[in-house]
C-alpha cells in the first residue's frame, strides 16, 4: 500500500495549491501547525524618559540673607544698621568742620582788633610775626571748610556709591582723628570729635558695610 496515490482512501488528503486573494481583499496570515509555537506580535518598546534634575532658582530669604541681614545673596536689599549710623558720624564730623570753619571766620573779623589792643601794630617785627599768624589761621579755614564739603559728599553718596565711599569714609575719619587732637583745647570738642571718627571707622570696615558698597547694582 503505498501512501503517495492519490486514490488511496488511507492516506492523506492532497495538498491543494494556496488560492490567491482576490484584488482588494485582506490577505490572512497561513494557519500555523500543530505543535509549532506561535510567535507574539512585535511590540515597540517606549523609549525609557531621561529625568532632568530641576532648574536651581536663587532662593530668596524673606528677612534677608543670614549673612547679609534685609537682602538677598547677591547683598542687603536696604542699608544695614552699622552702615546707617556710619553715615551718620560722618555727617556729625562734617557739622563739626563746618563749626570750626565758621570759628576761624569769626575769629578772623576780630584779629585786627585784638592786634590794636595787644599793641603789636606798629613794630615791624612784630606786624611780621602777626601776619604770619594770620596766614596759619586762613590756612586751617580753607582746610576746616575742605573737610566739611568733602564729609557732606561722602554722607550723599551712601546710598548708591560703591566700594570708593567706604574706603573714602574710613580715611575721612582718620584725620578728623588729627583734627579731634588740634582741638582737645576747645571745650571737649577734639576729644568728642576724636571718639566720633574712631567709631565711624570700626562701623565702616564692618562686613555688614562691606557687603552694602559692594552689592551688585542692575
Not at 578772623?108 to 599793641?119: P, S
Amino acid at each position: 500500500m503505498s501512501f503517495g496515490e492519490p486514490n488511496n482512501p488511507y492516506g492523506p488528503p492532497p495538498q491543494q495549491p494556496p488560492s490567491n486573494p482576490g484584488y482588494g481583499q485582506p490577505q490572512q496570515p497561513p494557519a500555523s501547525g500543530y505543535g509549532v509555537p506561535q510567535t507574539p506580535p512585535y511590540q515597540q518598546q517606549p523609549y525609557p524618559q531621561q529625568a532632568y534634575p530641576p532648574q536651581p532658582y536663587p532662593q530668596q530669604y524673606p528677612g534677608g540673607d543670614p549673612q547679609f541681614p534685609g537682602g538677598y545673596p547677591g547683598g542687603p536689599a536696604q542699608m544695614p544698621r552699622p552702615t546707617r549710623v556710619a553715615q551718620i558720624l560722618v555727617g556729625v564730623i562734617a557739622l563739626a568742620h563746618a563749626i570750626i570753619a565758621v570759628a576761624y571766620v569769626y575769629f578772623l573779623t576780630q584779629w585786627d582788633e585784638v592786634m590794636t589792643e595787644a599793641g603789636i601794630t606798629g613794630d615791624p617785627e612784630a606786624e611780621r610775626f602777626a601776619d604770619l599768624g594770620k596766614g596759619v589761621v586762613v590756612f586751617f579755614l580753607c582746610l576746616a571748610t575742605v573737610f566739611a564739603i568733602l564729609g557732606l559728599v561722602l554722607l550723599l553718596q551712601y546710598a548708591k556709591g560703591g566700594n570708593t565711599v567706604r574706603v573714602c569714609s574710613i580715611v575721612y575719619s582718620s584725620f578728623a582723628i588729627v583734627t579731634g587732637i588740634f582741638m582737645l583745647a576747645y571745650w571737649g570738642l577734639g576729644l568728642l570729635l576724636m571718639a566720633v571718627a574712631i567709631v565711624a571707622i570700626v562701623l565702616s570696615a564692618k562686613r555688614e558695610s562691606a557687603a552694602w558698597f559692594q552689592r551688585p547694582r542692575y
